[in-house]
Each structure stands twice: as C-alpha cells, then as structure tokens.
C-alpha cells in the first residue's frame, strides 16, 4: 500500500517559532509538492520538488522555505511562524513523468500558530 | 489566468440522484492530465478519476464518469446514485505535459442529503 506520511495531523505553535513539517514517501517518487489550503482558495503551491536537493516555489512561497535532503523526505520550514500561517498543509508526490501520473497525498497537518 | 475554474462552491443532491460537478480547464499543451480529487472531513485527498487529453472515450470508475468536452475545454464529474458517504470537498485538477507542476481548482462541496 502506497504511502505519504506527514509527521504530525495537528500543530499549535507560537507567533514567532520556527516550525517544521516532515512529509515522507515510499513510492520512490521524483517530484514532492507542499500545498497549503484556505477555505475558498483551493490548494496553493508553496514549493516543489523535482529532485534530490532541487527545489521550486509555487504560487505562494513568501514566510517558507524547504528541504530536499533525501528523495524520500521533502521538508517544510517557517522559519518564523506568523498567525496568518495558520492553515491545513498538504503534502504530495508524483511520478517525474507522464500526464496520467496523478499525486498521493498525505493526511495533511493542521497548523494553529498563536 | 486561472488554469482550472470550478465555479460551483457547494452543491446538494438527494440521496441516490445523480449530480454533476462542473470543471473548466485553461492550457495550450497539447498533451495534459485531467484529475477529480475528493476530500472527505477527515482532509485527506482521495484520488477518483482520470482523463487523457488524447482518450477518446470519457473516463469510468464506478459510479465516478468524467463528461470530457475537448472543444469546450471542460471535464465535469458525473456521480450517479449518491451516498450519504459522496458528501465532501471535490477538487479538479490539471498536469500538463510541459512542467512536473498540477493546478487545482478552489473546489466544490458537495452535500447529499438523505
């Protein structure tokens, strides 16, 4: 059974911590994407991964940064949470190649930032 | 421009009625990917249906079936026979041949009523 893992389902931090969400694969997947998703927004892109150590923002990568250290691992950082973080992110990975590849997501994490 | 609308925010269908999801996709690629995405309560993303720009015939999975309109450009899920259980978040989305990257809709949420 295929899996994307996010290391924790809820997160409450504080205005200013330095937060991190783990996301890991077992499908030996090239490409690994963070989302985050608003109520109305749909999912946005944060950044995405194509390779080991490769990364690219998406639509909405200002307060964010990653980590792309192993090919099965893709991390998330805010380097200083702010209350307007506070939301459900996503956690995907998908083939390199291929329009019929579609992405596996992770539970999500839902993050409370005080 | 967007690259996929949904202009539907919440729909409701009776208990074992059909209901269509509407979804309208913007690209030049010749070549692309159509996904339907179902997020239960719970916020994970369920994968439930694919269309090929190049299928000819429209996609089935159960009671999941993608109207595809190439010319139109639209690609609206059709449920028949709804459950209590169909009632959650609907996402399309679209991977074009060009680029690693999917584009999401801002979803519908549909509710089914008993």
Not at chain 2, 26 to 50: A, C, N, R, V
Request: proline content about 3%; aromatic content about 12%.
């Amino acid at each position: 059974d295929v899996k994307v893992t996010q290391s924790s389902r809820y997160l409450v931090k504080r205005t200013g911590e330095k937060v991190f969400l783990e996301c890991v694969q077992d499908m030996d997947h090239e490409n690994m994407f963070w989302y985050r998703q608003d109520p109305g927004l749909g999912l946005r892109l944060i950044y995405f991964s194509y390779d080991v150590k490769m990364k690219e923002k998406g639509d909405i990568p200002e307060g964010y940064s990653v980590s792309r250290e192993k090919k099965e691992r893709f991390s998330l950082i805010l380097e200083s949470a702010s209350t307007n973080q506070t939301s459900m992110y996503l956690c995907a990975s998908s083939a390199k190649s291929g329009t019929d590849n579609e992405q596996f997501f992770g539970p999500g994490t839902r993050l409370t930032v005080l | 421009a967007q690259k996929i609308t949904q202009t539907q925010p919440g729909m409701f269908v009776q208990e074992k009625e059909a209901v269509t999801l509407d979804c309208t996709y913007d690209t030049s690629d010749q070549s692309y990917g159509l996904f339907w995405y179902k997020q239960p309560s719970s916020g994970e993303m369920i994968f439930l249906i694919y269309q090929g720009s190049y299928d000819e015939q429209n996609a089935t999975e159960g009671r999941y079936s993608l109207n595809f309109q190439k010319a139109r450009k639209s690609a609206n899920l059709v449920i028949s026979a709804s459950q209590l259980g169909d009632s959650a978040m609907y996402f399309c989305a679209m991977r074009e041949r060009a680029g690693n990257q999917f584009y999401f809709g801002t979803g519908t949420s549909l509710t089914v009523i008993p």
